[in-house]
């Protein structure tokens, strides 16, 4: 298609004079695609554009047509359908700067799209530095042309597929990652992605996690990309299910599950209930609201806070802390209040079961009791409101205490936490010093998933030999059979993770990623 440049070069000369400009368009074809005779005015039409290369103009444009084929007409010469559609030629010139029936042209589009999604910049602040480029644009047009920007990518990644099918291949292959996620109440958004190159491939939003969405999503994604070295997943049932599925009507394929999710799934089926109903007891115990009353009374007693709450903190995590040291006052109190409230601070991103926040709130609520107890017994406690404040935190925290359900749980939690942590041990999933969701481990060679998969295997058989010769409690028989259960059922789609393929002679490996989570 040849596209002048007279049009372009006529507004680069007259953008520079700052003022609306008016420019004409005329249809390039220089005849009717049917029968090639010379075409005719069908009319003219003006529009405001906006570009961020050459500004704001009006653009007049000429539409063309012709007499003898003003209508659609198919191969077989028949009229294709009712209302009848003339057709009309455009000027390409106008259609590369900005899409029929638009005001804002590509660049624009471009810049937002960029700014909302790259450099996370708010609707404001996108209106804020397209107007000082001379672009008028409403907030809700800002969130218009955000969405149309994702229209246009995804309509470009799907025209290119081939391209980055053949890198792929030229790659030795890609394991497709499955991944839902969402919010409760919204959406799902379901993406499959190359866990090798680390590209989205495909993603689509779906109503449930149900296997029929999931099974159409691997079908269109496989079908565009190619049969994949094998497929990642976590154990969702539908999920699972569409695998299965996939399986049936394709053919068999490498399944791969989530070690991260595996591990999830084993550590939901030991502590959950035993979680949840510590959880309720806090709850109803209203532990976390009476101390944040008393917290927010003394705060107004006190003019700073800061030091205190510093050197408590500071001083309790060293294990250094002496209570002869300390001048027992408000701020003290607030500060140790203020610790036993801040349970979940020390997350690592990693969430329940790997995280046990209200086993945290239960062990802070403890320490707090045993140190308030020393206090209220020996001689430096002496102003009365002081022991006021100390007797009201000793009643609050003792809670968990008077109720003998408080310790059950933990207990039952602690045995089965104690079986979890020594499956996540063997697996060496996490990194040593930081367990985190980006410090998962990637395996580098087939000898360290040997490594791994020997260790799993001597766990595996000593759990199987304590079921046998040791006397357990229930709740650790029923902990060893859970992980049995799943160890049996997947152990093989933990270490099948190595493939080979032959580029120019030469053999290499491609070892798959250990989660989802890339």
Not at 91 to 102: D, G, I, N
Not at 479 to 491: G, P, R, S, T, V
Request: aromatic share 10%; net charge positive.
């Amino acid at each position: 298609m040849h596209v002048t440049e007279h049009s372009l070069m006529k507004i680069r000369q007259l953008a520079q004079t700052g003022e609306n400009l008016k420019i004409k368009f005329r249809a390039e074809a220089l005849g009717c695609s049917y029968c090639t005779k010379n075409l005719n005015v069908y009319k003219t039409q003006s529009r405001i554009v906006f570009t961020l290369k050459y500004g704001c103009f009006v653009a007049h444009e000429t539409l063309l047509f012709c007499k003898d084929h003003q209508y659609a007409v198919s191969t077989d010469g028949c009229l294709m359908g009712l209302p009848l559609k003339v057709v009309k030629y455009h000027s390409e010139t106008l259609k590369q700067l900005v899409a029929p029936r638009m005001r804002y042209g590509y660049d624009v589009i471009d810049f937002i799209g960029q700014a909302r999604f790259i450099r996370h910049r708010q609707r404001l602040e996108i209106q804020t530095e397209l107007h000082a480029k001379g672009i008028e644009i409403s907030t809700g047009e800002i969130s218009n042309l955000s969405d149309l920007f994702l229209v246009y990518i995804e309509r470009l990644h799907i025209k290119h597929a081939d391209r980055l099918r053949k890198l792929m291949v030229k790659s030795g292959g890609y394991v497709l990652h499955i991944d839902a996620t969402g919010e409760n109440g919204s959406d799902m958004l379901l993406v499959c992605y190359d866990g090798l190159l680390n590209v989205t491939l495909y993603s689509t939003k779906i109503k449930s996690e149900s296997a029929d969405e999931i099974l159409s999503a691997i079908i269109k994604t496989i079908d565009l990309f190619g049969p994949p070295l094998a497929v990642m997943h976590d154990l969702g049932t539908g999920m699972c299910k569409a695998i299965q599925a996939f399986k049936q009507q394709r053919g068999e394929i490498v399944d791969l599950i989530c070690e991260f999710h595996f591990l999830q799934d084993i550590g939901k089926d030991l502590i959950k209930n035993n979680y949840d109903t510590l959880r309720k007891l806090f709850r109803k115990s209203r532990i976390s609201p009476c101390l944040r009353r008393l917290k927010k009374r003394i705060a107004l007693e006190l003019e700073s806070q800061n030091h205190a709450v510093n050197y408590f903190y500071n001083a309790f995590n060293k294990g250094d802390f002496q209570l002869t040291d300390l001048d027992i006052n408000r701020a003290l109190i607030y500060a140790m209040i203020k610790w036993i409230l801040d349970y979940e601070v020390n997350s690592n991103g990693l969430n329940f079961p790997f995280e046990q926040p209200y086993v945290n709130f239960f062990n802070r609520c403890d320490s707090i009791g045993v140190m308030v107890q020393k206090l209220l017994k020996n001689k430096y406690v002496k102003d009365e409101s002081i022991r006021d404040y100390l007797l009201k935190i000793k009643h609050i925290v003792n809670k968990i205490h008077d109720d003998k359900r408080f310790k059950l749980q933990i207990n039952s939690i602690f045995e089965n936490a104690t079986m979890f942590d020594e499956l996540r041990n063997k697996l060496r999933l996490f990194d040593d010093q930081n367990h985190s969701l980006n410090s998962c481990r990637t395996y580098q060679s087939r000898q360290e998933i040997n490594d791994v998969e020997r260790q799993i295997i001597q766990f595996k058989q000593s759990i199987q030999k304590r079921m046998l010769v040791e006397k357990l409690t229930k709740t650790s028989e029923r902990a060893i059979k859970i992980i049995l259960k799943h160890l049996e059922k997947y152990q093989r789609s933990l270490f099948d993770r190595i493939f080979e393929f032959e580029i120019d002679g030469v053999k290499k490996l491609i070892i798959a990623d250990r989660t989802n989570n890339c």
